[in-house]
């Protein structure tokens, strides 16, 4: 299964509200999982099952979709949220991720 | 507090074997699915596949061929073995605990550089 992220890059200020698409090319229920990655560092899970927050990741960012369309949005932009994200379908092996998001500051 | 961290050579030479090995603290090898994800520098990230406790393992098919996943439960440890390596194989390799709901404790990762 493929996803596609969409924009591959956006630059936004602080306070901003920033959504991220991801879209499957086939299906995969409510399978889906978000993480965010800092330069440096390994990927951190952030909202799994589409839409269920991580306990501990701030309530500014959000998940929704099914089956092949998807949405992460992060309600107002913080410095410490400047990264890249991915999706990942856990639906069906192998499982995959999708190209990344990076979201830098304006 | 789960920790995972992967060990193994930072270089390897084209077509030999690169092993790692990950340690698994603060749980228990046999309560979890263990896998391992690669990421090329510059992009994005690739599932190589798991291996559970008693030994059974799902490997990406795009990597099968190559790929041996096993796990030691005396040392709480498990590992991979990719032969005929590439440069193509250079990339920060994780370790991670995987679940239905995905991946949720990660290893820092290593790089592995295939050059001669």
């Keep these: 299964i493929q996803l596609t992220q969409s924009p591959s890059s956006l630059s936004a200020s602080v306070g901003d509200r920033v959504t991220i698409t991801c879209r499957a090319s086939q299906g995969v229920r409510n399978s889906l999982v978000w993480y965010q990655q800092k330069p440096g560092n390994a990927p951190k899970l952030l909202i799994y099952a589409a839409s269920t927050l991580r306990g501990g990741v701030p309530s500014r960012f959000s998940g929704s979709g099914s089956e092949a369309n998807f949405t992460l949005t992060i309600s107002s932009l913080q410095p410490e949220d400047f990264a890249t994200y991915y999706c990942q379908q856990v639906n069906i092996y192998p499982r995959t991720f999708g190209g990344g998001t990076r979201v830098e500051i304006k | ?116």
């Design chain 2, 1 to 116: 507090q789960v920790q995972l961290q992967e060990s193994g050579p930072g270089l390897v030479k084209p077509s030999e074997t690169l092993s790692l090995i990950c340690t698994v603290a603060g749980d228990s090898i046999g309560s979890s699915y263990w896998s391992w994800i690669r990421q090329p520098p510059g992009k994005s990230l690739e599932w190589i596949g798991y291996v559970y406790y008693d030994g059974s393992t799902h490997y990406n098919p795009s990597l099968q061929s190559r790929i041996t996943m096993s796990v030691d439960t005396s040392n709480n440890q498990f590992s991979l073995k990719l032969t005929s390596v590439t440069p193509e194989d250079t990339a920060v390799y994780y370790c991670a605990r995987e679940d239905v709901y995905g991946s949720g404790v990660w290893g820092q990762g290593t790089l592995v550089t295939v050059s001669s």
